[in-house]
């Protein structure tokens, strides 16, 4: 799998649209970007994942740029509980099989102040 | 749904001693992962079972780290001769056969079992 890089930390206000960043300059044709999020003391979340198009569901919106080589997660409304650490992960997915293993980076802890 | 249990949640051992850990993944689900988190530390990967394939034992630690899976169905972590290093919150997941634009790969996450080594 393709290796990530996150900023280590970032913060952002209440109410305002968190816009994390990933680099994944090595990423193959084959390979989606996952983002998961963990919040203290909890197991992983999944939260979003695509290929080329950007993606958008209940929890956030995923814009990948057109080479593929960096995305950005994006949470529109940041509240006081989307304080947690955010992984993003790329990875192959073969159609209709069980995913293979996921290799977590180190993450970026975001904060949102009030 | 039920989701991914783990059990038990926390435990204490001495140094030396044997654990198990243990993992009920989600009905029906056929992917399961073994993972470690070390305070202040990023997610680890140790094990993969996938069906009855072989399974992918790549990030197992030492010779001490061994897992199961039986029936395709539950699984066991079994740390021997445990270390203060072996110190961790480890992670189960499970994920299933889906199609590429239904989460496909998307892994869902129990609570963790906590370990600590006196």
């Known amino acids: 799998d393709a290796k990530t890089t996150q900023p280590t930390s970032m913060d952002c206000a209440e109410g305002r649209a968190a816009n994390l960043p990933c680099n994944h300059s090595?990423?193959?044709?084959?390979?989606?970007v996952y983002w998961y999020r963990q919040i203290h003391s909890q197991g992983p979340q999944y939260i979003i994942h695509?290929?080329?198009n950007n993606e958008t569901n209940e929890m956030a919106s995923l814009i990948i740029t057109e080479d593929r080589k960096s995305s950005t997660l994006i949470l529109p409304h940041a509240t006081l509980r989307d304080t947690a650490v955010y992984y993003c992960i790329v990875r192959v997915v073969i159609p209709y099989s069980s995913a293979s293993k996921i290799i977590f980076g180190s993450g970026t802890r975001l904060s949102i102040r009030p | 749904g039920a989701g991914v249990s783990q059990s038990p949640s926390n435990k204490v051992t001495e140094k030396g001693k044997d654990v198990e850990l243990r993992c009920d993944p989600i009905?029906?689900?056929?992917?399961l992962y073994w993972y470690r988190q070390s305070l202040g530390q990023g997610l680890e990967f140790l094990i993969y079972f996938q069906g009855n394939s072989a399974p992918d034992k790549s990030g197992l630690p030492s010779d001490r780290f061994s897992a199961e899976r039986t029936g395709g169905s539950v699984s066991t972590l079994t740390i021997q001769r445990t270390q203060q290093e072996d110190s961790a919150v480890y992670l189960c997941?499970?994920?299933?056969?889906?199609?590429?634009?239904?989460?496909?790969?998307?892994?869902?996450f129990g609570p963790g079992t906590r370990l600590t080594v006196t």
């Open positions: 997941a499970s994920s299933s056969r889906r199609g590429v634009g239904q989460g496909a790969g998307e892994q869902y």
């Open positions: 090595t990423i193959s044709g084959n390979e989606y």
């Open positions: 009905s029906g689900h056929t992917a």
């Open positions: 695509g290929l080329k």
